[in-house]
């Protein structure tokens, strides 16, 4: 499955932005969609995550601020970002995960800036 992300801008700090993600194909049978950053001179790390059966998860930097909602019938994923912090700044990357054989798809990133 391929993955295309959009969504990445330029806000201040306290704003909002929302980002989201399209399949090339059907989501249904992907066991885990979500969301990963990367800053400058860091690894890449996990945002949020929302599973086939519809549970969610998100890291505790963005828990409160940050939505994620998966949507089958449409193959896409996005993530309402509100409250945004300059820390929040990164690379965004659009995740598919299968369990059983391990797989990972990724999209290509969106930049995410937040100025102070």
């Known amino acids: 499955v391929q993955l295309q992300a959009s969504g990445g801008g330029l806000v201040q700090a306290g704003g909002s932005l929302r980002l989201s993600c399209a399949a090339s194909?059907?989501?249904?049978?992907?066991?885990?969609m979500g969301w990963y950053r990367q800053a400058p001179g860091k690894q890449r790390e996990w945002v949020a995550g929302s599973s086939s059966g519809g549970n969610t998860a998100y890291a505790d930097s963005v828990k409160g601020r940050f939505t994620i909602a998966r949507d089958n019938a449409m193959n896409t994923v996005s993530l309402q970002m509100n409250s945004l912090k300059p820390e929040d700044t990164a690379v965004y990357y659009c995740n598919g995960k299968l369990f059983n054989p391990l797989r990972d798809y990724w999209g290509q990133g969106t930049q995410v800036t937040v100025s102070s």
């Open positions: 194909r059907s989501i249904f049978s992907i066991d885990a």
